[in-house]
């Protein structure tokens, strides 16, 4: 039960850190026999150079790819399933070119990325897999002719280049990634929607009964970072609303006093110009108060408010 909890939250997770830069399909159904694709992305045509923070999945993404997250190691019989699918997605392309009498361009077949959170020596040589220059470690390439890569994540190194693939991690390495995401700045056009997706997965574990150990080891984990999330949420909101408490007090005190400042200037004015006064910001008080020294009566108000 908690493998399809943490499908969904990779899906969601690849689609929101790729929606900027091009169309993300999670799910894709491919032809033939019933598969699903879990992230299709075909990335935008002029790509943003903002995609560089993203690192290491950043790369991946620059080009048309399958990506296949694992939350278990993935198995041989499942490699070879997403390699399969990559030649059919292969296939419908070319069809579609042959259909629309032009040349299938090599930079529009996907490349096929494997994350996988470990995986055993044995199996990457039974793929025939080698290390690229240029490369980290950790990302094995099968021959180039299959268009795929492994990734064992447990075997990246523990940088910012890496953390967004670290976060689909297990155990200790998948811990270690959401400190960092935790430390990262405020700021960071990541930080805050990726925390929200971590959390959800903390909540629809926490409801489940048959946790594994990485599991009850997440939740704890987790526990702490986000009740300090919360309280900081809370803190925010509180200070927002003293800030606002403090501008719509100052706004009032404007109003009433250019209000005096009307009476005492060109005598009582009518309901529907109080309510117009009261919809003016701040700035508008201030010109309405200068302006006001030059009024000698209420048409002068009247064609005031609706120059301004």
């Known amino acids: 039960m908690t493998r399809f909890i943490h499908d969904k939250f ?22 033939g026999e019933i598969k699903e ?64 009498k032009t040349k299938l361009q090599d930079s529009e077949i996907p490349k096929l990325w494997v994350l996988t959170p470990t995986i055993s020596e044995t199996r990457l040589s039974s793929f025939g897999t080698m290390q690229k220059a240029g490369w ?13 890569a492994i990734i064992a994540i447990h075997q990246l190194p523990q940088t ?3 953390l967004w693939l670290r976060l ?14 935790q430390a990262l700045p405020l700021d960071h056009p990541y930080q805050k929607a990726t925390l929200e997706l971590v959390y959800n997965l903390r909540e629809n574990l926490r409801v489940n009964q048959e946790l594994e150990a990485d599991d009850r080891e997440l939740i704890m984990r987790l526990e702490p970072l986000y009740q300090r999330n919360r309280e900081q949420a809370k803190e925010e909101g509180r200070r927002e609303g003293r800030q606002e408490g403090r501008q719509e007090g100052r706004q009032e005190g404007k109003q009433d006093l250019i209000l005096r400042l009307l009476n005492r200037r060109i005598g009582e004015i009518d309901t529907s110009l109080i309510e117009q006064i009261q919809g003016l910001s701040i700035e508008q008080l201030e010109n309405l108060g200068e ?9 002068d108000l009247e064609t005031w408010l609706n120059q301004h």
């Open 37 to 100: 694709i879990d992230v299709l992305f075909t990335p935008v045509k002029q790509q943003s150079s903002n995609i560089q923070i993203l690192g290491l999945l950043g790369r991946f993404a620059q080009q048309p790819a399958i990506i296949e997250p694992y939350r278990n190691p993935a198995s041989t019989d499942e490699i070879c399933d997403c390699i399969l699918k990559l030649l059919e997605i292969k296939a419908l392309l070319r069809r579609e070119a042959k259909a629309n």
């Open 291 to 299: 302006a006001l020294l030059d009024f000698s009566s209420v048409a």
């Open 168 to 181: 689909l991690g297990r155990g200790s390495v998948q811990s270690q990634a959401i400190i960092e995401l």
């Open 160 to 162: 910012p280049e890496t």
């Open 136 to 148: 980290l470690s950790g990302v094995h390439f099968l021959p180039d002719a299959l268009r795929t």
């Open 10 to 31: 990779a899906k969601d997770y690849l689609e929101e850190l790729l929606k900027d830069y091009g169309e993300v399909k999670a799910s894709e159904k491919v032809s």
